[in-house]
């Protein structure tokens, strides 16, 4: 029988099965053994169990031991109390008398030994039953299905040397049940198994396993991503409080909108018809504002909420670990911060990060690697060869340099091995090109002899002397394939950065044991908007500018960082505007008016004139943070209730329609028609 046919509802029948293949990590084939010689047949009782762990809490009565099996009614409710966790039992344990309560995790009937593993959030123990021992707790093991929920009471005892396995904690000793109470039936079909091999590869679609929440987090390497995300939190907290000193203050949910980049969450008002709370995308005001309150040190565990497209490393609702502290130079703010990662990455991964980190600044970054998050776990760069073909006769590169644009070059190392001609005119690599903005993936090879083949025309354009230095500014060698980008800064960063990761990953250029962590500072105060054709805060508009860039605001750069691990920015932020004046100039230059930002932050600009200190602050992604440490590959898989790529909940089934008095008494409603909720 199955492990999944073992899922289903119990039925009036037993037989023996044989454990599925891909579950045989955590089974034994065994000789029948004579169990009676390795304990004796005894009944449990209260008596061998302490006084303050073994009472069993049963409504209406007060039982100490387990109710009969037999005598067990499917409507009754139990609340057992346990002697001892699964996971926890070792050899030291032998001879003590457990009660365990959990699922059953696998199940296995042979040679008319019956056997289980018992799971619960600390891991999984063995049991076992013969029909001489205990024959009413053996008929109901026989009779269990997977995820069962019960309770155990028994003996540890040491496993027989051949079913040792040395792989888990627990795999020395197994519990000898002596009796079996169903707390719990599964009532229905499971729609994926919840304990499978270690290395059996999960096929469970995820809109399944995000339907089926409840069964998905039961699952061990879920359940280990949750708690890990749960370690990481408690040690920021501890840290940041008991080393710094920080105080953790929370700040409104409901609040007004604010222009911070992204689309508001509205909230409709009952009481104040017609208005709206915006769900916060950051705490950024109300923490500065706690800077002019007086509080030195402010940290917070927060929720925000943004309205935006959805991808792996984005959800509509997110948690953030906000900071802000006061009269703290640029210094002292990176190195607190870098001690703080130091520390999560030691304890929680054993990881020894670089002390200090490296730093780029944000141009070094784009022109290196086209990214202000590289990943540097890999040495290959951008290199820009726009003075190569100032006079070219290859038309396409003339054209886009008399019209102002760049030519910049990706060299792939042992390239050509890898990439035909045809791969490059209308393969993978050249779709990833196309997708990043390109219009074309012109390209070059290095033969054998050292010399440049390719495209004919971009060949003839270079002479002789010009090659060898091109191919010695791209320390290129046989072998290697040079890729072109031509355009814009912009567009030319855009597309190499992706062909720079997509190269990288296709050619296992990088090493997973590697930890790239750095710092990318000095970022422009503002970006322009062509389509609006006005200036934007490239991170928002309450950063501090550098001072010696006061005296020309829009080219500014800002006091600004991003602190970025293995390609992905995992924190961000910057020292703040703490004088009035120079927070309306900065709001001036992004298009808000003084009346516009009076409406807008009249408030925040109100306390900046009533004493603010120098402060600053950063925020980290816990979610994006907790996914890198876990080693997952989305931060679905490290939230317990996410929502889907299309912005719902699985579960749930949220958003859905609501009650049209509902409706009536915000003073509102709806111009579409009601959804169909049927699925």
């Known amino acids: 029988m199955s492990a999944l046919l073992r899922s289903l509802p119990a039925v009036a029948f037993r037989a023996k099965s044989s454990i599925p293949p891909h579950l045989h990590i955590l089974f034994f084939c065994r000789p029948k053994l004579n169990y009676s010689k390795l304990l004796p047949n005894r009944a449990f ?60 995790a696998l199940h296995r009937v042979h040679g008319g030994l019956t056997f289980l593993s018992l799971r619960d959030h600390t891991g999984i123990i063995q049991v076992t039953t013969l029909p001489d021992e205990f024959p009413e707790a053996h008929l109901v093991m026989n009779d269990l299905r997977l995820e ?36 719990n039936a599964v009532r229905t079909k499971l729609p994926f198994l919840v304990t499978t091999a270690e290395d059996a590869k999960d096929s469970t679609k995820e809109e399944i396993r995000l339907r089926y929440r409840c069964l998905d987090l039961r699952r061990p390497h879920m359940n280990s991503n949750i708690m890990l995300r749960h370690k990481v939190i408690k040690l920021i907290r501890r840290y940041l409080e008991d080393v710094h000193g920080f105080v953790e203050i929370e700040t409104p949910i409901l609040s007004r909108s604010t222009p911070e980049g992204a689309r508001d969450y509205l909230v409709p008002s009952r009481i104040q018809p017609g208005t709206f709370y915006a769900l916060p995308q950051s705490p950024q005001l109300f923490k ?78 784009m022109s290196r690697y086209g990214s202000d998050r590289p990943d540097m776990r890999f040495d290959i760069e951008l290199k820009d060869v726009s003075d190569f073909f100032r006079n070219s006769s290859f038309k396409l590169f003339a054209d886009t340099l008399s019209s102002g644009g760049i030519i910049k070059t990706l060299c792939v190392p042992s390239g050509g091995q890898k990439y035909s001609n045809s791969a490059l005119k209308k393969g993978d690599i050249y779709n990833e090109a196309i997708k990043s903005g390109a219009k074309g993936l012109p390209f070059l090879k290095v033969s054998n002899d050292g010399g440049l083949e390719g495209i004919p025309a971009l060949v003839s354009s270079l002479g002789k002397t010009e090659q060898d230095l091109l191919l ?93 691990y293995n390609g992905v920015e995992i924190g961000g932020g910057s020292l703040r505007i703490y004088k009035r004046d120079v927070q309306q100039k900065v709001l001036e230059i992004v298009g808000i008016s003084p009346e516009q930002a009076e409406a807008k932050f009249g408030y925040l600009l109100e306390a900046l004139d009533m004493g603010a200190p120098p402060h600053g602050g950063i925020a980290f992604g816990v979610d994006r943070l907790a996914m890198l440490l876990a ?46 909720t049927q699925t």
């Open 631 to 676: 080693g997952a590959n989305s931060i679905r898989d490290v939230i317990a209730f996410p929502k889907t790529t299309t912005a719902q909940c699985a579960l749930t089934r949220a958003p859905s329609d609501v009650d049209s008095e509902q409706l009536k008494d915000l003073s509102l409603q709806t111009t579409l028609n009601s959804r169909n």
């Open 45 to 104: 009782s209260s008596i061998d169990a302490s006084a303050s762990s073994s009472e069993i809490l049963r409504a209406p009565t007060s039982k100490h031991t387990l109710p009969s099996s037999a005598d067990a009614n499917t409507n009754s409710l139990e609340w057992v109390s346990r002697t001892a966790f699964c996971g926890e039992l070792s050899e030291p344990d032998v001879g003590k008398r457990v009660r365990l309560c959990g699922w059953v």
């Open 148 to 183: 069962y929920v019960i309770a155990v009471e028994g003996a540890v005892r040491p496993r027989p040397i051949e079913s040792i396995n040395r792989k888990m904690k627990t795999g020395f000793v197994e519990v000898a049940a002596e009796n079996v109470y169903v707390l």
């Open 288 to 365: 500065q504002m706690l800077m002019v309150s007086g509080f030195d040190k402010y940290y917070q565990i927060a929720r925000c909420f943004r309205d935006e497209d959805l991808r792996a490393d984005r959800q509509p609702e997110f948690t953030q670990l906000d900071m802000e502290m006061a009269f703290t130079p640029l210094e002292d703010m990176l190195k607190l911060n870098e001690d703080l990662i130091r520390k999560v990455f030691l304890e929680i991964k054993g990881v020894e990060l670089p002390n200090p980190f490296p730093r780029v600044t944000y141009a070094e970054a």
């Open 472 to 564: 010695k500014k791209l320390s290129a060698s046989p072998g290697d394939v040079i890729l072109f980008a031509v355009g814009t800064n912009t567009s030319v960063n855009k597309i190499l950065d992706r062909l720079r990761l997509y190269v990288a990953n296709d050619l296992g250029l990088i090493d997973p044991s590697k930890h790239s962590i750095l710092w990318v500072t000095d970022f422009p105060m503002f970006e322009w908007n062509d389509s609006e054709e006005r200036f934007e805060a490239l991170h928002h508009p309450f950063t501090a500018p550098n001072p010696e860039d006061m005296m020309d605001l829009p080219s500014a750069r800002a006091l600004a960082y991003d602190m970025v």
